[in-house]
């Protein structure tokens, strides 16, 4: 799986940022009217096409069977409403949040791409009812997670990468480091170097 799994909020930054380099991008639209998320996500389906990334669509499942998108990531209340039989059949592959062992349990249950592990460090991105998971628990759901890649997230910086890496993620998600940077391209830049050590 690519190490390196930027999520981006709106699909001008996935134009911005795809021609760094970036191979896997997220976009995780929020609190925006239908209409408009089905034109962003159109648009990155179209652009990662062209510059061979691959597009996943943050919980507009739907949208992405409409619009025969590749991939979704789904949390654990999106997989409630989710058709995970439909994806299947339509082969688009989905990645799945957990916080906890229930989670994990009920996740693999569902044999995903992958398995995302989060907060890993504290987020500022949005509050959430669980604390840091810490170095440790990576390594702990590495080991429960078998062959299913481990996405790392949360809090997440190219100064971290080294210690996440080695505790056995297979690829490190990051939204609110990029976002905020002050050359967003430079940092992505950044970001694939390092994850590439
Ligand atoms: C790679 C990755 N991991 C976790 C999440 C979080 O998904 P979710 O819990 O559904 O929260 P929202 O992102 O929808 O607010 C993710 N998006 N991507
Ligand atoms: C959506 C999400 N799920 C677990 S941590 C997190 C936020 C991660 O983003 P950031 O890189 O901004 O801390
Ligand atoms: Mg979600």
Avoid at 31 to 41: G, L, M, S, Y
Avoid at 49 to 72: E, I, K, M, T
Avoid at 73 to 99: C, K, N, V, W
Avoid at 142 to 153: D, Q, R
Wanted: aromatic share 6%.
């Amino acid at each position: 799986m690519e190490r390196f799994y930027l999520i981006t909020g709106h699909v001008a930054q996935v134009e911005l940022l795809v021609p760094q380099g970036v191979k896997l991008v997220q976009l995780r639209i929020k609190d925006q009217p239908k209409a408009e998320v089905t034109r962003q996500i159109a648009r990155a389906r179209d652009f990662c096409a062209v510059h061979g990334a691959q597009l996943v669509v943050n919980d507009y499942w739907q949208v992405a069977l409409d619009l025969r998108c590749s991939f979704v990531h789904l949390g654990q209340e999106d997989m409630e409403t989710a058709d995970l039989a439909a994806l299947r059949r339509a082969g688009i592959r989905y990645g799945l949040s957990t916080h906890d062992e229930t989670e994990l349990d009920r996740a693999l249950s569902h044999d995903p791409t992958y398995v995302a592990l989060g907060p890993v460090f504290p987020t500022l991105l949005k509050k959430m009812k669980w604390g840091p998971q810490g170095l440790d628990r990576i390594t702990q759901w590495k080991a429960m997670a078998g062959t299913t890649p481990l996405v790392a997230i949360g809090g997440m910086t190219p100064e971290r990468l080294p210690g996440v890496f080695s505790a056995g993620a297979d690829s490190v998600a990051v939204v609110t480091d990029i976002r905020t940077a002050n050359d967003p391209e430079a940092r992505t830049r950044e970001w694939i170097r390092t994850c590439a050590i």
